[in-house]
Antibody, heavy 124, light 110 residues
Framework: EVQLVESGGGLVQPGRSLRLSCAAS????????MHWVRQAPGKGLEWVSGISWNSGSIGYADSVKGRFTISRDNAKNSLYLQMNSLRAEDTALYYC?????????????????WGQGTLVTVSS | QSALTQPASVSGSPGQSITISCTGTSSDVGSYNLVSWYQQHPGKAPKLMIY???KRPSGVSNRFSGSKSGNTASLTISGLQAEDEADYYCCSYAGSSAWVFGGGTKLTVL
């Protein structure tokens, strides 16, 4: 059974940093690209970042480019999101999601498994 | 990376069919037949319903279908059931290793 378990969320002050983790199991982690998607309270989904199986291809939403860094450790079956210079508008539930297609970001397919999310609240 | 445009809400009676539209631009929906659709029930994680425009993952009912015309993708749900009541989101590849979601549509089964 595929499982994605996010952790690392919490309350943080504006301008500070936070690192999210996603522990994957139930599939061959290094066979698939992975993504982070967030959802602000009461709002819609927003794609944040994606990474290919070998970290060779990485993409970011314009809203987080230059502040967030995605990474993965295939030996630990883990995905990470380093978030710096956090803003109030980054407050959201952050989901880790598995790509349905395979190890590369292209061709893009969809996100077939999702974790339950970890909540990040940016407030003073 | 502008959000795709979806109607805020749609409704239908049990047994009817409904269609949710998802309008983008020639830079995203129009350039790639790679729209995916997600169903999200309150307090739950999203569930993939359609990928690559019209393919259904294993386990998804064939009552769900996807299509595209120009810059607009569509999700059709036939034989509406009470459990279909949820929020639905479209998502498209937008080039340069980036994706964009629609604003979401709340489906009410009357």
């Amino acid at each position: 059974e595929v499982q994605l378990v996010e952790s690392g969320g919490g309350l943080v002050q504006p301008g500070r940093s936070l690192r999210l983790s996603c522990a994957a199991s139930g599939f061959t982690f290094d066979d698939y690209a992975m993504h982070w998607v967030r959802q602000a309270p009461g709002k819609g989904l927003e794609w944040v970042s994606g990474i290919s199986w070998n970290s060779g291809s990485i993409g970011y939403a314009d809203s987080v480019k230059g502040r967030f860094t995605i990474s993965r450790d295939n030996a630990k079956n883990s995905l990470y999101l380093q978030m710096n210079s956090l803003r109030a508008e980054d407050t959201a539930l952050y989901y880790c999601a598995k790509d349905i297609m395979g190890g590369e970001l292209l061709p893009p397919g969809g996100f077939d498994y999702w974790g339950q999310g970890t909540l990040v609240t940016v407030s003073s | 990376q502008s959000a795709l445009t979806q109607p805020a809400s749609v409704s239908g009676s049990p047994g009817q069919s409904i269609t949710i539209s998802c309008t983008g631009t020639s830079s995203d929906v129009g350039s790639y037949n790679l729209v995916s659709w997600y169903q999200q029930h309150p307090g739950k994680a999203p569930k993939l319903m359609i990928y690559e425009g019209s393919k259904r993952p294993s386990g998804v009912s064939n009552r769900f279908s996807g299509s595209k015309s120009g810059n607009t993708a569509s999700l059709t749900i036939s034989g509406l059931q009470a459990e279909d009541e949820a929020d639905y989101y479209c998502c498209s590849y937008a080039g340069s290793s980036a994706w964009v979601f629609g604003g979401g549509t709340k489906l009410t089964v009357l």
